[in-house]
């Protein structure tokens, strides 16, 4: 049987985007509602590092993640392909710990708060100032307004048509747990050939090993062992870290398809929060932080245009996409350019050469990639 239900406002996925979202805006007096197709915890590919950017936000959402054990993280240590290797102090710093943990963490925190639905958004539709939801599970919400927090790639991209899901995409990603010795203060990035592996420690005292490569690179070899302990491992620490490091996850998680091509950040009248609206490399360490913070702008646009006398959707979605791109349309096309230079072998020699000569170039690229902490 169809059932109707009706909110104020629908989020659509709560990942980091969408817990935020539902965290900042619940005791607003608002009817919210989320829906997620997974349960809490769950592990997540993801490099498991976050900027300190966030931090003072979260706290001031009472979240802390230093209560369950995150690795406080100051140092960046990069590594090329010939076992160059660069050191430096994070110029803002960030933390490690796991998605199981940090998404169920803020889960936990605000699942008295609002509405949680376990389920799978099929269709959105908007008519006439609403918007109507369906769900595999055949249940219908009404909303005024939707917020998509579904990730990087979604069913309801493909139901939207969303530009970039028509494109194929040649990046997939791995990641897993391990036992290793690894300093707990550091992030570290090695390069391969066609990718790049980040390394750091969580709250359990395991070290994330997260990598993004070709689709083209990882063929030759087919299966995961042998491309790491065959292409990867032509990185003397990556050959180390595979030798040496015993696997957590009985089998390590992947996904393909990794995008990313531009989005717009509000599309059909749904504002898009978090990866939905646009993903930043992996190799900048900051796609968390950017959900987080992107559910921070739109909630405080949001709450400010609630309290107007006269609400108008038209200035609410323009105010939004305007600070996006102040926010996020730089740090988007730095991460791009840094993507192209580090996965060609040519230009990483060099890059690694004028770094060697001016270290002070790294925190500066690292700066040009984060925003500043806010509350
Ligand atoms: C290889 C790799 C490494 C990375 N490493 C880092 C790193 O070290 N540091 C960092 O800061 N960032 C990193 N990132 C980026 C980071 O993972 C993302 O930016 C972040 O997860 C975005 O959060 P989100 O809430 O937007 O999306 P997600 O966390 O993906 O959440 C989206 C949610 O929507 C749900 N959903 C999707 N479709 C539906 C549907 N139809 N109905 C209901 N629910 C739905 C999903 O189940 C999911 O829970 C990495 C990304 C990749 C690919």
Redesign the pocket.
Known sequence: MVRKNKWDLII?????????TALHLSNHNLKICL????TYP?H????????NEILPYLNSLNIDPFSIGAKKITRFNITNLEGTTLNTDLPLG?FGIS?YAF?NLIYESLKNEIEIKF????KILFQDGNFKVS??NKEIFTAEFVVG????R???DSFLKRDFILQKSP?L???GHYEFDFPEDT?ALHNFNGGYC?L?KIETNAV?A???TTFKAFKKYGDIDSFQSNEMSKNPFLKEFYKTAKPIFEKSLT?SQ?SFQKKKPVENHIFM?????G??H?L?????????R??QIFSNLFLEAMQKDCFNRNILEVNYTRSWYNEFGKRLKTGRTIQSLLMNPHSSKIGFSVAKTFPSIIPILIKKTHGSPTI
Do not use: H
């Not at 590919?45 to 976050?50: A, H, L």
């Not at 927090?149 to 990087?152: P, S």
């Not at 929060?273 to 609206?277: H, M, T, W």
């Not at 900048?284 to 987080?292: E, F, P, Q, V, Y």
């Open positions: 659509i996925g709560g990942g980091l985007a969408g817990l935020t829906i997620e197709k997974n769950n997540k590919v993801c490099g498991e590092y976050v900027s960030g998605r998404d389920d799978t958004v099929e769900t595999q927090a579904f990730g990087k979604s069913n309801i990046w990603a791995v990641k992030v980040g750091s994330n997260c990598y993004l996904i990794v929060i978090g990866d939905s609206a993903l930043i992996p900048c360490g900051n796609g968390m932080a950017m959900a987080i992107s559910a």
